[in-house]
């Protein structure tokens, strides 16, 4: 087991495994009153969200979210801790990949009631014998006073944690296997103006991963620790371990306990109390014979609660400052905005204030913080937006967006919806290719289909493949914009994804000079390669981008200003309504 001063020093941050909304919370408000500046908690690995807002203080955090540990490995480096909250019967599974992922990690708390014996036998053996700190199972958890709080041991509400004075460190260690015990024990101890040095809750089941023997040894060993107050109940033997320690001196420090269970004795036959050891199979388990022993071991063994409440309170007090947090009134906000914020200097947008970006400069920079939701880390990412933007803002009246506008323009609508007619027009065949480029790419690439397979396996369908194809340009009728986005591959350590969209091209171009790679598919693929390359995102991220349909922002956001443009031409020429000429239309 990791000493409590070990713990003092590197409390670490924890990765919890399940969705324990109060818990989880408890140990946040724990961290912002212990003045943390950030939260202990990294991430949780659960399905169906990729963030969850928590309070911070007043205020509010958002948390990310991993659908399995091997997504939340790939996203983070390391992690000192597991809060795990999944139950009794996927305890074992996910503290294995926990640690398969995290080997360094130092430990972990198993919330979990029903482990199967068998289970807590094998982590015990793969674990905490070789030297991690794991506290339960069927517990509450491990708390170090203005350090670390792993599971909802020392309270589930802001207020107990204020009450009890968890924010700093006193000099009694709680002790117990009861977890609803442990808490109401640290309340009378802060109760009576004393601190709590650490409380660890071994959980009631028969084989504990860290032993009271070894949370015994623990307080021994803590500086911090002055006195050891100590929660027992009938069943069990472990009482019988702090008499060994006590009467050998491994332990020496003053125990106060109390042995619950008397109660047990007026039965004739044993009987099961809540926790799955609390069965006095004979007469050395009962609750009387305990208090026995340890009495003549040496321990202060109170013989009722009020007895062990006034036994707490006549323990030396701690000097503890007594300043309030009080978090009354905080709300949920009702939505969340990661890319824009309010300060004092104004408003921040993807990373900079409005002012710091007028004096940058370089709007193509803003445009790809705006779309990435951060800076970028490349110079090749800005210029390749930049790049596409100046190259996909128009292509002349012809097509079919630009048409849209300009006839809406001439029927006498305004901006807003003579721009509307020309982005409806946005779809699978004009403009909007770009997302399904960049799926089509990204999955031939990662899944290592052979293109000739890829284009059979839509022809067969009679399905198009996006990003190959074009109206105008053709084989020996280059599109120039294509042509210049290509040089970037020359930037770039690989570029994979471009490799294969041009392999594609390659095949498609032998049944129609027509299914050449157009400029939706080409800024796809090269915008895939400088994601993948120049801002190291990872194949879960770039799939994100796609699902999200990022690529196609890369044509619709320049696009509108050139529709922009149509309609202002066309209100400057006022040729007035557009109405086809009937010979241009085969009727009947
Ligand atoms: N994948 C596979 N086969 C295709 C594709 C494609 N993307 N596009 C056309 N073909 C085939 C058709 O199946 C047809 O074959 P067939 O002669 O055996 O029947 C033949 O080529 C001609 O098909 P058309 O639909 O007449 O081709 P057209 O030149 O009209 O289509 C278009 C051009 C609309 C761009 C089409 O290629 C397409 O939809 N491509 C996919 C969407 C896309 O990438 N759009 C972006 C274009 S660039 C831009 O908008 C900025
Ligand atoms: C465009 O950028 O609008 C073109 O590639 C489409 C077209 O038909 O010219």
Redesign the pocket.
Known sequence: MRSIEEIRNKPGTCLVLGNYRPGIQAILDFDHLCGKEAPSIKAIVTAGTKFQKYFWGKGEVLIPCFPTMLAAADAIESVEWMFNINSGRRARQTTIEFFDAFPSALGGHIFAEDVPEKHAIELYERYQKKGKTLVGTAGVGLLVPGYLKLGVVGGADWRQLEKNNLKESGSVAVLSASGGMINEIITMVASTSHGISFALCFGGDRFPLTSPKDAFLAAQDDSQTKHIVYYGELGGYDEYELVELMKSGAVSKPVICYISGVIGEAFDEPVQFGHAKALAGNKSETASAKRAALTEAGAIVAHSMKEFSERIAGIEKDELKEEAMSLDGRSASLFTSTISKETENGYEFAGSSLPDWAHEGDIALQICSALLGKHPQSQITVDFIRTVFLL?VD?GPQ?SGALNTIVTARAGKNLVDSLAAGLMT?G???????S??ANEWLSGVTEAKDPAEH?ES??KV??????????KYRVGLEDPRTAILAKFSNRLPNHRYYDYAKAIEAI?TT??G??IL????TIAALMLDILESEEHYSHQELKELVDADFFNAL?VIPRIVGFTAHYLDQKRLDEGLFRLPDDDVLLG
């Open positions: 996909s292509h097509v946005i699978p065949r004009f403009g909007g290719a770009v399904g480029a284009i839509y022809a009679k399905k198009y493949i996006a990003g190959i194809g074009h109206k498609t049944k129609k027509s299914l157009n400029v939706d598919g044509f």
